[in-house]
Structures are given as structure tokens and as C-alpha cells.
């Protein structure tokens, strides 16, 4: 992929949202509507913040956007550990032109979580054309330890091969259990962009360049070890948004 290096957290923000805004115009255009994958966490929810109230950005086309989650943990919208929650805080249809149904939050405790968001994504995405029936864009980090989304190293939802969700749970999966995108989905999407910012990525960015100097096409073992590195869009562009800090 491609890295946009920048010196400050605010001008990666600036980066990222020009080229988030361009796309999602673009898309409309295409399409007459936006699938964004966003995730949760400290890093990209003051993106969001950005997004909404920096007035270069008052033209994103919400009204024709829908909203997903990259993954969230299994803990009712309430609860302070919701991505959901905090989502909806910043991008909350009230505030916004976003129409309350194109905002797709769920019952993550549910049973039958992983047929519901499959089946809304697929029925939301089918007028498309064959072919571009897929996420426009995903939002994603990265943890310390190599994990994108809620796939972490060494657990079940790495080996998914088909299905675009996954409950991923086990002793490799932080608790809470989660609900994720799989690689499926999210190396179908046409744009993916990782947002790493902060002293606190160095290490592990170290890791992923060590990682990818000794083998350009990440092995399987490479991949469960580093789950960030089985990001590699098949037919999208893929973009790593980095400030000074974490070089």
C-alpha cells in the first residue's frame, strides 16, 4: 500500500478526510450511495469529530451515506465500552443529514448477529452491478499487538474464508467476545485506510515493516502473528494515514 506521512495528528486528519470526501463524491456519482466501514477506539473517533465540524467537509455527501462497523465487542449499546455508542455520539443522525436507517447498529448479544449483518449488508449492497457490490471504504487501526478490526493474532476469525462476519472469541481474543469483518469483505471493499497515530505505534509499525521486508507476500504464519498485515485488497486501494509520532 500506500503511506501518507504527515507531521501532526490534525494534518493526517486533513489528509484523510480530502481523500474520503473525493471518494465518497465519487461513489455517489457511481452508485448514488456511500458504504463506509468505520471503527471504534481513541484514534479515529476524533477523526469523526473533525469530519463533522470542520467546514471544509460540509459537503460530504451524508444523506447518501451508509454506516457500518469495522467490529465491535458484544456489550449492550449502553455500555462505555460500545463502539457503537461513541459512534453514534459524533455521527448521530439527529445531528446529521445521515438517515436514521442508513446508521446500521445491532443487538451485538444477539444470537443470530452474524446472519443479521450479513444478511443487511448483502440486501443493502445488491441493486449494485455485479462486481461492485462491496464496502467502498474501510476505516481501520492497528493494535499494539498486530490486530486489525477485532481480528487478533492467532484467533478463529482469521481463517474465515467466506463469510463476511465473524463472532470471534477464544483465549486470543481480548474480552469481551466481538463481532468483526472478515477479510472477505474488507479486502473486497474498494478502499481501505489504516490511521495509526501516536508514539505508541512505533514498535509495532517496526514489526510490520520488518515483517514485510522479509516477505513481500505475507505467509499464512505472518498473517496470524500480524492480523493487519492480511489486509491486501484484491482489486481496491489501500493506504496507511501515519503522523511523525509513530515513525
Not at 471518494?23 to 473533525?50: E, I, K, M, W
Request: some cysteine; proline content about 8%; overall charge negative.
Amino acid at each position: 500500500g500506500e503511506t501518507i506521512l504527515r507531521p501532526t495528528k490534525e494534518d493526517v486528519f486533513d489528509a484523510l478526510a480530502a481523500d474520503l470526501l473525493l471518494h465518497a463524491h465519487n461513489c455517489v456519482r457511481s452508485f448514488g450511495d456511500v458504504h463506509l466501514a468505520l471503527s471504534g477506539g481513541s484514534t479515529p473517533l476524533p477523526f469523526y469529530q473533525h469530519l463533522m465540524i470542520d467546514p471544509r467537509y460540509r459537503d460530504f455527501p451524508w444523506r447518501r451515506t451508509h454506516i457500518w462497523l469495522v467490529d465491535e465487542r458484544r456489550v449492550p449499546l449502553d455500555d462505555d465500552r460500545s463502539n457503537s455508542k461513541h459512534i453514534t455520539a459524533y455521527l448521530d443522525p439527529a445531528h446529521t443529514d445521515i438517515p436514521k436507517n442508513n446508521l446500521h447498529i445491532y443487538d451485538w448479544c444477539a444470537d443470530d448477529i452474524e446472519a443479521k449483518f450479513t444478511h443487511d449488508l448483502q440486501h443493502c449492497l445488491a441493486w449494485r452491478e455485479k462486481g461492485h457490490d462491496r464496502l467502498d471504504f474501510a476505516l481501520l487501526g492497528l493494535g499494539g499487538d498486530g490486530h486489525t478490526a477485532s481480528l487478533f493474532p492467532n484467533s478463529p476469525a482469521l481463517e474465515e474464508r467466506a463469510q463476511p462476519i465473524r463472532i470471534n472469541a477464544g483465549p486470543s481474543v481480548t474480552p469481551p467476545d466481538r463481532v468483526t469483518m472478515t477479510y472477505p469483505l474488507l479486502n473486497a471493499a474498494r478502499f481501505c485506510a489504516f490511521l495509526v497515530l501516536g508514539e505508541s505505534k512505533r514498535d509495532i509499525l517496526a514489526r510490520l515493516a520488518a515483517a514485510t521486508q522479509e516477505h513481500p507476500t505475507p505467509t499464512p504464519d505472518d498473517i496470524r502473528e500480524l492480523p493487519a498485515l492480511g489486509i491486501r485488497p484484491v482489486e481496491g486501494a489501500l493506504r496507511w494515514y501515519i503522523d511523525h509520532a509513530a515513525c
